[in-house]
């Protein structure tokens, strides 16, 4: 089975409280911080919990920012690492 990992950027006085969130539901997904000035953070996310995932930032968009900036699939190796998009600088 393979997580599934999404980039969001999010308004970095917020990070905490969106991990807050995302991780109060039990094996749903794990939040981590890639870059604290940008706002970016990663959501590895379980099988089967892209959708609720979704709802939930959807939902938090309409009190902080919230930004999909980007996506990839992994198996949760240690060797998985974030790739920006095509065009993107990291």
């Known amino acids: 089975m393979k997580t599934t990992r999404r980039v969001y950027r999010v308004d970095r006085s917020q990070i905490s409280f969106v991990k807050f969130i995302l991780e109060a539901y039990d094996n749903m997904a794990v939040v981590s911080t890639l870059d604290p000035r940008q706002g970016l953070v990663q959501v590895v996310i379980a099988p089967g919990g892209e959708t609720m995932v979704e709802g939930v930032m959807t939902g938090l968009g309409g009190e902080v920012e919230?930004?999909?900036v980007g996506d990839a699939e992994t198996?949760?190796?240690a060797d998985d690492h974030y790739r920006w998009p095509a065009g993107k600088n990291g």
């Open 66 to 68: 919230v930004v999909a």
């Open 75 to 77: 198996d949760g190796s």
